[in-house]
């Protein structure tokens, strides 16, 4: 079931329900997209990249990615099940690839990263087949190309991690070229699974404040961070006073 919130269609679906929404869209075949959205997505996207909500709109599968998420489901009478992370989603999907059969993908983060991830990926599940890797270090003349190194390899499950809206604009741009695969935005996960950079403890993420381990573990992330209160008032006067 779609819920919408500030006009946004996010699927209120738990996670083993988006994996197997996932193993349903492969079936079908076709060039699908899905998106995590988190509150900083969603922001930009209502208040000034109207074009990003559009494009949201066309997703196959829209995931409440972020307890931002989370609580202003509720604050609009529409509550969510539970998270779901670019991260865990990828996890389990890739999980479920390696007992399926799914071949996958890894494009984006720097010179090197993919690889390394796609090694632990490999280590962690021996059945996987990962086709192809390339590091999101490219100039837009080379998307044609990479484009059609991404086809012939044809995976089922495309994982982009440039950076978000980054990640999910190219997609738009360049999955009908590649063909029968669904695509996902995974921002840092890369550099996670790799090992580069370290997840916030279980602990945090138990009380939801997965936020504020990221943002210690990365200070440069302020700015970005800026951009909850804002998100969190939109919400509270579209939604308790009835006006955007």
């Given at each position: 079931m779609k819920v919408k919130l500030l006009n946004a269609p996010i699927d209120c679906l738990s996670m083993d329900q988006c994996i197997d929404r996932v193993a349903e869209i492969i079936r079908a075949g076709g060039a699908r997209r899905v998106i995590t959205l988190n509150p900083e997505i969603l922001y930009r996207a209502v208040q000034f990249d109207h074009s990003?909500?559009?494009?949201?709109?066309?997703?196959?599968?829209v995931t409440a990615d972020g307890e931002g998420i989370v609580w202003a489901g509720q604050m609009a009478g529409t509550p969510f099940s539970e998270?779901?992370?670019g991260i865990d989603l990828m996890l389990r999907l890739v999980e479920r690839a390696a007992d399926e059969g799914w071949k996958i993908y890894l494009?984006?983060?720097a010179p090197g990263?993919?690889?390394?991830?796609?090694?632990?990926?490999?280590r962690r599940f021996p059945k996987l087949q990962v086709v192809g890797t390339r590091h999101g270090y490219f100039r837009p003349d080379?998307?044609?190309?990479?484009?059609?190194?991404?086809?012939?390899?044809?995976?089922?499950?495309?994982f982009v991690a440039l950076g978000a809206p980054a990640q999910e604009k190219w997609i738009d741009r360049n999955i009908e070229g590649i063909g029968h695969v669904v695509?996902?935005?995974?921002?840092?996960?890369?550099?996670?699974?790799s090992g580069?950079?370290?997840r916030a403890p279980l602990w945090m993420r138990k009380?939801?404040?997965?936020?504020?381990?990221?943002?210690?573990?990365?200070?440069?992330?302020?700015?970005r961070m800026l951009v909850l209160p804002k998100f969190a008032w939109l919400v509270i006067r579209t939604y308790r006073f009835g006006r955007k």
């Amino acid at each position: 079931m779609k819920v919408k919130l500030l006009n946004a269609p996010i699927d209120c679906l738990s996670m083993d329900q988006c994996i197997d929404r996932v193993a349903e869209i492969i079936r079908a075949g076709g060039a699908r997209r899905v998106i995590t959205l988190n509150p900083e997505i969603l922001y930009r996207a209502v208040q000034f990249d109207h074009s990003l909500l559009e494009l949201i709109k066309r997703a196959d599968l829209v995931t409440a990615d972020g307890e931002g998420i989370v609580w202003a489901g509720q604050m609009a009478g529409t509550p969510f099940s539970e998270r779901v992370t670019g991260i865990d989603l990828m996890l389990r999907l890739v999980e479920r690839a390696a007992d399926e059969g799914w071949k996958i993908y890894l494009l984006g983060a720097a010179p090197g990263v993919a690889e390394e991830a796609a090694e632990k990926l490999t280590r962690r599940f021996p059945k996987l087949q990962v086709v192809g890797t390339r590091h999101g270090y490219f100039r837009p003349d080379e998307e044609v190309n990479i484009v059609q190194s991404i086809r012939q390899k044809a995976p089922q499950l495309l994982f982009v991690a440039l950076g978000a809206p980054a990640q999910e604009k190219w997609i738009d741009r360049n999955i009908e070229g590649i063909g029968h695969v669904v695509a996902i935005g995974v921002g840092g996960s890369f550099d996670v699974i790799s090992g580069r950079v370290d997840r916030a403890p279980l602990w945090m993420r138990k009380f939801k404040i997965e936020w504020l381990g990221r943002l210690i573990s990365e200070p440069s992330r302020w700015r970005r961070m800026l951009v909850l209160p804002k998100f969190a008032w939109l919400v509270i006067r579209t939604y308790r006073f009835g006006r955007k």
